[in-house]
């Protein structure tokens, strides 16, 4: 893990950038703002409607409207349903 300071990260950006990129971890450091991690975001990740399919997943499971498979078993019988 690299960590560098928010002087430094603006001075090099595209070496961090890089860095993040080729999958090493890039911490920023700021006194004010605490620390937070450099992670390449890519486009293709979570289109709009793959989020709204995940915002509708966590509602139903805040709501309970899940199902919960305890045992091997389970798990193998709810595959062979489908």
Known sequence: MTVVTARDFRANQSKYIEMAHRGEE??????????????????????????????????????????????EEEIRNWFRSL
């Open 26 to 71: 890039v911490v920023l450091s700021s006194a004010r703002a605490g620390k937070v991690r450099l992670v390449p975001q890519y486009d293709d990740e979570i289109t709009p409607e793959l989020q709204a399919k995940i915002d509708a997943a966590r509602k139903a499971f805040r709501e309970g409207k899940c199902s919960t498979l305890r045992s």
